[in-house]
């Protein structure tokens, strides 16, 4: 079983396509807020009838309803309002994240955790520490998030399929993560041998700044972070051993430790089954440290 905490516009997004994707009979959607999980899985239910699709949704205000899950998504929290930026929910989150795999613990300890809740590297940090899981079980979605909008802008840069389009995009998931250029293609073609540096340095800038874009026109990011969670849930489901950025806690990799952050992992049945360290350049090593000091600044404000 699937469990979801959180059955706002993310959390409704993540249960629909991780339905559409047949990850698992039964999704339970999670929240304090009476009526509306179970009013979004009755909503999802009668989608996914007329599909044909046969997954069950439910919805609840008891956490031990999630007795049985294997994994466990954690969505719940305040989302970014225009203008905010993602730490600065560090306060107003720390206490409902904390409560939330505290509830883990106790009903659903043998799942894996996959935090979505901003700022999300110290979340998957505090969800870390708090749960006493062990580090392969805790995972945060974050950069697989920024690499759909940097495989958007490639994209539209090149006008080449998005199918073609392999890239990587590693660090903290905010301002100060890292697109590396240098490790995307375009049907194996070195994206650095097809567009100009300029162009370039100007996807890499937009793809730090588009969430904030999109909050700004519709007021939240819904449908590419529901399906960036699906992604992360079906390599675990399906063991697949692809290899995507998630936030995960380091101990010496990259050189740091007792820091949660996006780096390349292998993500099967066992979640995080191997951390890949690709080799920095001395630019990407500057930008990589910005977002560890970042999330250790951040880490280091968080009372658990």
Known sequence: ???????????????????????????????????????????????????????????????????????????????????????????INTSIVKGVVENIKKYASDSMIVPVTNPLDPMTYLAYKVSGFEKNRVFGMGNMLDLSRFKQFIHEATGFSRDSIRSLVIGEHGENMLPLARYSSVGGIPLISLLPKQKINEIVQNTRQVAAKVIELKGATIHAPGNAISTIIEAVVRDTKQVMPVATYLDGEFGYSDVSIGVPAVIGKNGVEKIIEPELDSYEKEWFKKGIDSVKNAISDMEF
């Open 1 to 91: 079983m699937i469990t979801i905490i959180g059955a706002g516009k993310v959390g409704g997004a993540a249960a629909l396509f991780s339905a559409l994707r047949k990850l698992s009979d039964e999704i339970l959607l999670l929240d304090i807020v009476q009526g509306l999980p179970q009013g979004e899985a009755m909503d999802l239910n009668h989608m996914l009838s007329e599909q044909g699709i046969d997954v069950t949704i439910r919805g609840s205000n008891d956490y031990s309803e999630m007795k049985g899950s294997n994994i466990v998504v954690v969505v719940a929290g305040s989302g970014r309002k225009p203008g905010m930026t993602r730490m600065d929910l560090l306060k």
